[in-house]
């Protein structure tokens, strides 16, 4: 038995009653389909990633992110969801999944009425505003009023270099300069668009492309994805 965690959590949300929420790491290797030599591998490492959250029998609800601030609700399990970056549900039962090398994982949570989603925000879905985008779903669609956020890993503002083209996108609060590089934290720009709305957030804390339990895409691209799960217990 491998000492390496399968699963790691925002602290902050783990002991929330009702809900369940990881992150998969290495030690469950790739769940991504996209460029899986091995599909079958992918999804018998989704299953295991769901055991590992204790839902062995869910169905998982995929998204199809497409980089974009889409948001759909989903009320049944199973399926995939595409061209969103965002899923919500109120539902028991429904597990929520979405794949990452780099991107961000949101976690969302609404303790009083169980509301709980789950965010892919990548360049595009932060400039585009995805975070903010499914806050106010919460709030107008379930009268979500009390919102727990939390950042999963994810590439941070020391590693992520982006051209001019990308940085010239996001105020410069986000955007740092190192020896001419310009440095995008997105880590920082989620947060501001969560606090903006009245989330509490928290995070995690870790970077894909500096932390070995996840993969990254600007690290070692090889197609190789984590996982998250967001469900309601
Ligand atoms: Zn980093």
């Known amino acids: 038995m491998s000492t390496t965690p399968a699963a790691l959590h925002v602290p902050e949300l783990a002991d929330e ?31 295991a990633f769901a055991g590992v959250l204790g839902l ?10 497409v980089h974009g601030a889409s948001v759909a609700r989903v009320d049944k399990p199973g399926g995939s969801v595409d061209d969103v970056d965002a899923l919500l549900t109120n539902r028991p039962g429904v597990a929520l999944f979405a794949t990452y090398a780099d991107c961000y994982p949101i976690v969302l949570w609404d303790p009083e009425l169980k509301v709980a989603g789950l965010v892919h925000a990548g360049w595009r879905g932060t400039r585009a505003g995805v975070a903010t985008a499914a806050v106010r779903h919460m709030q107008d669609e379930y009268g979500s009023r009390r919102i727990k956020a939390g950042i999963g890993p994810g590439i941070c503002g020391r590693c992520y270099e982006v051209g001019e083209e990308v940085a010239s996108q996001f105020d410069g609060r986000f955007v740092a300069q190192q020896n001419g590089r310009l440095m995008l934290d ?11 709305m009245g ?3 928290f995070d995690i804390g870790i970077c894909t492309k500096e932390h070995y339990l996840f993969p990254s895409h600007r690290r070692h691209p090889d197609g190789t994805r984590f996982g998250a799960i967001v469900a309601l217990r």
Request: a negative charge; glycine letters at 10%.
């Open 17 to 47: 009653p009702g809900l369940v929420h990881g992150f998969s790491t290495v030690a469950l290797g790739s769940v991504g389909l996209k460029h899986a030599a091995d599909p079958d591998a992918a999804l018998a490492a989704r299953r």
């Open 186 to 196: 997105l880590a920082t720009a989620n947060r501001a668009q969560l606090e903006d």
């Open 199 to 201: 989330a509490s957030v």
């Open 56 to 65: 062995d029998s869910a169905e998982l609800t995929t998204m199809g992110s």
